[in-house]
């Protein structure tokens, strides 16, 4: 059974820091390309930050860019994304992406985890 599963998120004042984590099972994450997501109330899902099978190509939003880091352990199956400076902009549920294009094509997601950006 494939699955996806974040977690790390809350509550944070602004300028806080946390680290998301998604824990993958099913399938072996080395051979997909993984992504963050989030999405605001009343937004439109938008892509954070994406990183290729071996970490050598890695993409950020504009928004993120120089706060938040993306990184993936592929031996433990996990994939990360360290957030700091966080803004109350940042608000959102943080979603994890697994896709994969081959033969066929595989997209996966988790269930997503809360975060606020609040004082």
């Known amino acids: 059974q494939v699955q996806l599963v974040e977690s790390g998120g809350g509550l944070v004042q602004p300028g806080g820091s946390l680290r998301l984590s998604c824990a993958a099972s099913?399938?072996?994450?080395?051979?997909?390309?993984m992504s963050w997501y989030r999405q605001a109330p009343g937004k439109e899902r938008e892509l954070v930050a994406a990183?290729?099978?071996?970490?050598?190509?890695?993409n950020y939003a504009d928004s993120v860019k120089g706060r938040f880091t993306i990184s993936r352990d592929n031996p433990k199956n996990t994939l990360y994304l360290e957030m700091n400076s966080l803004k109350a902009e940042d608000t959102a549920v943080y979603y994890c992406?697994?896709?994969?294009?081959?033969?066929?094509?595989?997209?996966?997601w988790g269930q997503g985890t809360q975060v606020t950006v609040s004082s």
């Open positions: 992406n697994a896709k994969r294009v081959d033969r066929y094509s595989y997209d996966y």
């Open positions: 099913g399938f072996t994450l080395s051979s997909f390309a």
């Open positions: 990183i290729s099978t071996l970490g050598l190509n890695i």
